[in-house]
RNA sequence: GCCUCCAUAGCUCAAUGGCAGAGCGACGGUUUUGUAAACCGCUGACGUCAGUCCGAUUCUGACUGGGGGCUCCA
């Protein structure tokens, strides 16, 4: 751990090094902050982050009377952070025999856990004083560092937000009360980062979702179930259609096969241990048991098997807008992002093994091509993670280190050579087989699984697929489970949050409104509806009895690409007065010129 | 699921242990307008179920839904 944290800081510069001394001692200002204000409180642990720091406290130690913390206790607790600021505390570091920690920290559980893993390796443990050492209300942690020299050095910080966490971050562990703060070497910056938290706040997808009439939830539908609207079932409308037709161009073939099917499909495939909790539960039909499908894999192998394969006509690829159920625990749902029932962009290749790595990088070609679409940099909006296996928990992983040495190896030299930006997180491979997890960050920088490569070396056993080879014997393939765009809804909560809203010509719901000036001007306005119909373009005329400015502003605010606006002077002169979104000026153009323009700019799918 | 906070009209927000108020929107009318909000009128809400109280939108609890986290994940 410690060398892991050498590692990282020794790459750091002078600033991000101070940036991180810091932050380290507005955590331990903190925790002296709390332990002040309640007393009976035991202190867990807490880092820096890239984002700030924060602190976990037991708030309920054994015998001791619980205490509640919330949001509202935090200007407490700054108040009390500035006066240990104000004093001017040295931080002194001083390490010493584990025995001797030990009774430094008896009575905290957490600090001696910590203790006995460093003496079991025969380290002394450093320890961090604010204030002078051994003296009577001075404060000690166990800590590694770095800090500043005093707590006067810390001149801007913030508390955030209160939340519960995990001991150890495990479900099975007690849970703490953490609380989230940040620190900048002036208030400058932090106000600047708190502005910038703000602004992010604007473009949550769930606030524009309501604002643009993109989506509702109800109710009475339930949690995690989104309606979308006309205009949001339209951006996903545009979604499928595109990636359809790509993947068809790509050598794809589109099926369709049914979402629910008898439990005994996923015992099968074996997804039913695995995914047991998050499935709905079976439904009794006459003598079967049905179940809503939480994956497509089972329904496209069953189609592969429905007839006899040949070396020739691998590989098959066969793709489908999927919907799929997934009960999801009611605290993990979030919007769009995070749902119920979501439709994967899903496919399966079934291909002889040495074809396998071809047609992986094949698909990072086809995410790359549909990023680029969407006008996202490999890199900055988004990189790919190597998620693999662990040999030893053959409980979450199937039992075969020499097909996982192999697939994870495919995966990590397709990665090396398509010079993708990536980086390797171990346990984090589906059950059968390593992924490659194309990852982007929502507004507030958390990082979600978008798109997905998956190698798969069990499904074709379980399912006992096979083709016959040119030498006229039975092999069995391999399958490359992939979701090249994804689930449309997650993927619609990303593109929501990237463009801000302002979606570009392509993927705009309403691509133009025709705005007639006086009620005189209707008919024209319809004209000019039905020539941009004709075209293809998804526009709306509003006739609606407000002034025009009024018109502007409503359709502005909803982000429409272009208005057209009609008057007495654009049908005399047989034009339209273009008013394109984001631009002060306006332009006059003739309606084929504006049809033409809109059309090319549709095809080039640029902003 | 767990910790914590929140829930008032279609939306954004007020107020209150004793008959809930505004702006926008919707609706009806007047107006027919030159690039980000015309005018008049009218409509409309205390999430659900219990409890405390003479009386609950307000206090308590449960449920439902949502936010911030944890866990999990496409």
Redesign the pocket.
Known sequence: MSQILNEKLGKLTKDEQHLWALRHTAEHILHQAVKDLYPSILLAMGPATDEGF?FDFD?SPKGKTPV?????DLPRIEKRMQEIIDANLPMIREEVAPDEAAKLFAGNPYKMEWIDEIKKRGEKVTIYWTGEPHQPGSMVDLCGGPHVKSTGEVRAFKL???????WH???KNK?L??I?GTCFPSKKELDEHLHNLEEA?KR?H??LG??LGLFV?S??V????PLLTPKGATIRRILERFIVDEELRRGYQHVVTPPLAKVDLYRTSGHYPYYK??MYPPMKVDDDELILRPMTCPHHFMLYKSQSRSYRDLPVRFAEISPQF?Y?????????????M?T?TDAHIITPPKKAKAEVLAVLDLIDYINKCFGLVKGTDYRYRLSLGDRKDNKKYYKDDAAWDKAESVLREVLVESNAPFFEAPN?A?FYGP?I??QMKNV?????????VQYDFVMPKRFDLTYIDSDGKEKQPVVVHR?SM??L???MAFLIEHYAGAFPLWLAPIQAVV???????NDGAQMIVDALKAAGIRVESDT???????K???H??QKVPY?A????????NKTV???KR?M?E?Q?LALSDFIAQLVHEIEQKTN
């Open positions: 924060y708030h509640k913390i919330s949001d509202e955030l937000s209160v939340a519960g966490a995990y971050g495990s479900e849970m009360t953490r989230y706040k949550d769930r606030k309501k604002e939830f109710d009475l339930g949690a995690g179930l909790d998050t997934r999801e625990k009611s605290g993990e749902l979030t919007g769009l992002m995070r749902v119920r979501f994967l984090e589906a992924k997890d194309v507030s920088g958390k990082e979600e699984t978008a798109f997905t979701a994804g689930a809804e997650r993927t705005i007639p000036i006086a009620e005189r001007h609606r009895s407000e002034p025009m400015q009024a502007v502003r409503d502005t605010l208005l606006i009609i008057g007495d002077r654009e049908i005399e007065s273009v008013r984001g002060r306006l006059a």
